[in-house]
């Protein structure tokens, strides 16, 4: 059977409160570009057969029935803040769907917060509308039928949280440092993903200058930038200051590799 061609979908592209902002009269907040919309960062990579969700925030259910998707064969969560995780008792439709428990791969302390915030997916007699998850601690490398899976240890301020290289995907975000030896390990990767969440510096995620720095260190064959604020600014107007093998991403954005 001939597999499916690998890409990315970008579910989300914005911060923990979603662009625009409640009660927010910013400019960008505003804004009637579509691409100026922004739900929970997420994304879902189609790898050799596989459909990967990577992270699971509030807003999954709206960013799988806008995309028209219904399945997802094993989650990689980046870190347990709630932008990442607060939609994963959403996966429920795809347990029924599907007849099996989810597979969730995580930091062992990213699946303890999982196990005590769902705890009712957890019970030894649970409930027969309950969401069934498979928690499976990330230790290095790991396969997913077959397919090699390569985490990437990054800082979220002072919080270890981890990236994804999947084929010639690297997928970073929520990162305020990644080291040389991270970068060398995805150095000229097809694809990069990663965070740039405004022009200013911030205490624990990547500004728009320094993404452009890791950008230019790991040298990716094309970068998208995610995980991004009203206060970038407008999409169409940073667009037009990037490199020219940088972009920025948006909601609803496939892109092959």
């Known amino acids: 059977m001939e597999l499916r061609k690998s890409k990315i979908t970008f579910l989300g592209t914005g911060t923990s409160q979603g662009v625009p902002v409640i009660g927010s009269t910013h400019p960008v907040c505003l804004s009637s570009n579509p691409k100026d919309k922004r739900l929970r960062t997420s994304a879902l990579v189609e790898y050799c057969g596989l459909d990967l969700l990577l992270d699971c925030g509030p807003d999954f259910r709206m960013q799988m029935l806008r995309e028209n998707k219904s399945n997802v064969d094993a989650v990689l969560l980046t870190h347990e803040h709630n932008d990442h995780v607060g939609g994963l008792d959403d996966l429920r439709p795809i347990n029924f769907i599907k007849g099996e428990d ?37 230790d290095g490398a790991f396969k997913i039928k077959d397919n090699i899976i390569y985490p990437i240890q990054i800082l979220h301020g002072e919080l270890p949280i981890l990236g994804y ?13 990644v080291s040389i030896n991270v970068i060398e390990s995805v150095s000229k990767t097809g694809i990069l993903v990663i965070n740039a969440l405004r022009q200013e510096p911030h205490h624990s995620h990547f500004s728009l200058e320094q993404a452009l720095e890791i950008v230019e260190k790991i040298n990716p064959g094309i970068a ?19 490199p020219p093998n940088v972009f920025l991403a948006y909601d609803g954005l496939v892109v092959d590799f």
């Open 165 to 177: 290289k999947i084929g010639e995907l690297t997928y970073i975000t929520d990162a305020s440092h």
């Open 224 to 242: 998208f930038l995610t995980h991004i604020s009203y206060n970038l600014g407008f999409h169409d107007e940073v667009q037009k200051y990037l």
């Open 102 to 138: 989810i597979p969730i791969y995580a930091l062992p302390r990213v699946l303890n917060e999982i196990r005590t915030r769902y705890s009712y997916a957890f019970a030894t007699i649970k409930y027969p509308g309950a969401p069934g998850f498979d928690t499976i601690e990330i």
